[in-house]
């Protein structure tokens, strides 16, 4: 199975209501987990529900976000000359490639637009994320070894 056929499977399994997909074909073994798919089925509303449940369904979600927004350390901006480098994919955080390593970026530090920030590996694949625009940084969010979602914050720049 080839990177295009696994990215295929990928997009296929988003779009679908199949909450969890697993295949092993020739001592490759793969498991895909569709968040999408059980966040949507949560959010939709049956209109048979009582007032009162949908308003609790609602609530708690209200929580469940605020506690994932808290749980993120936050960044003061001086000025509103800041600028997020986000993760373009679902995997495992790491600010070295490898434990022993120096990491890429401190806080502190000024980034040129392409320069390598961190690692972000998915299915065994390393994926280098790049600044893509110049800055000094800011604010490191996740931990090393975190995993994170598409979308989420990574580094908070400055721009310069």
């Not at 498991?31 to 609530?59: A, F, G, H, M, Y």
């Not at 000025?79 to 970026?105: E, H």
Request: hydrophobic share 35%; charged share 30%.
């Amino acid at each position: 199975m080839n990177i295009n056929e696994i990215k295929e499977l990928i997009k296929v399994i988003t779009q679908s209501n199949i909450e969890e997909f697993e295949l092993e074909r020739a001592g490759i073994k793969i498991r895909i987990r569709n968040r999408t798919s059980s966040l949507r089925e949560s959010q939709e509303l049956d209109d048979s529900q009582p007032v009162e449940r949908v308003k609790e369904k609602k609530k708690m979600s209200e929580e469940v976000i605020s506690a994932k927004e808290e749980s993120v350390p936050t960044v003061k901006a001086e000025n509103d000359n800041l600028s997020y480098i986000t993760s373009p994919i679902v995997g495992t955080f790491y600010r070295a490639s490898n434990p022993n390593a120096t990491p890429y970026v401190e806080i502190g530090d000024r980034v040129k637009a392409g320069q390598v920030m961190c690692l972000i590996e998915a299915m065994k694949l390393m994926n280098e994320i790049v600044a893509d625009k110049p800055g000094e940084v800011v604010g490191i969010l996740p931990k090393n070894g975190q995993p994170v979602e598409y979308g989420e914050k990574l580094f908070a720049l400055r721009l310069i």
